[in-house]
């Protein structure tokens, strides 16, 4: 079982939905991240988590960590936002490393 | 620089051979790290730097593969005698410190033949 899970794996959306994307760890952590990954491009750091809930534009991320438990909203979707969103945790044992969730794959159509 | 660059952004190589793989992190970021994405898969740990010194090299996967930053600033990631199994994206990624996000760089894909 991997310490960080995600899902769904892959995700197809109509422009306009609203897109839930949930990630569970199974460590404990000090932080997590949200990043977005295009096709063939680098990494986006989108949020860094301890706890609560941030806002970016149409974007929300949560973090519950009793329940070991985050959430990525996405408001509004529109092809743009089509992407990657890989979900990663600071563990409290493991330093500075970051642990990688396998990803969502995120279509949005228009 | 504005954003963490990594060169080349492609490397082909035949199995067997050396290469080096270059990341310049973003101006005063002390902390320095090496991943690497195989194809389908989320990125998994390599190597951190804090400074000029490797402070966690638990994710190097066997003696093949070495990282260097000797003025804690442009490290490089050095791999000897590649195999097939190397091939995947080599992301580098700096921060400015433990409770600070990541800046990534767009990563190099390397492949060996």
């Known amino acids: 079982k991997n310490e960080v899970e995600q899902s769904p794996q892959n995700l197809t959306a109509q422009e306009g939905e609203f897109i839930t994307i949930n990630c569970s760890y199974s460590v404990g952590i000090s932080a997590l991240h949200w990043l977005q990954q295009h096709p063939g491009g680098g990494i986006v750091s989108l949020f860094m988590?301890?706890?609560g809930k941030k806002k970016h534009g149409r974007l929300i991320a949560t973090i519950n960590i009793q329940e070991k438990h985050s959430s990525l909203h996405i408001t509004a979707s529109h092809p743009r936002d089509s992407a990657v969103y890989i979900c990663?945790?600071?563990?409290?044992?493991?330093?500075?490393?970051?642990?990688f969730g396998e990803g969502t794959q995120l279509t949005v159509n228009p | 620089g504005a954003g963490v660059s990594q060169t080349p952004s492609n490397k082909v190589t035949e199995k067997g051979k050396y290469v080096e793989l270059r990341c310049d992190p973003i101006s005063g970021h002390t902390a320095l790290y090496w991943y690497r994405q195989s194809l389908g898969q989320g990125p998994e740990f390599l190597i951190y730097f804090q400074g000029t010194g490797a402070a966690d090299d638990s994710g190097l996967p066997n003696d093949r593969f070495f990282a260097v930053r000797p003025e804690g600033s442009v490290s490089t990631l050095k791999i000897q005698r590649t195999e097939r199994g190397d091939s995947a994206v080599y992301l580098c990624?700096?921060?400015?410190?433990?409770?600070?996000?990541?800046?990534f760089g767009s990563g190099t894909r390397l492949t060996v033949v």
């Open positions: 988590l301890s706890s």
């Open positions: 990624a700096s921060s400015r410190g433990l409770t600070y996000g990541y800046t």
């Open positions: 990663a945790v600071k563990q409290e044992t493991s330093g500075s490393r970051l642990t």
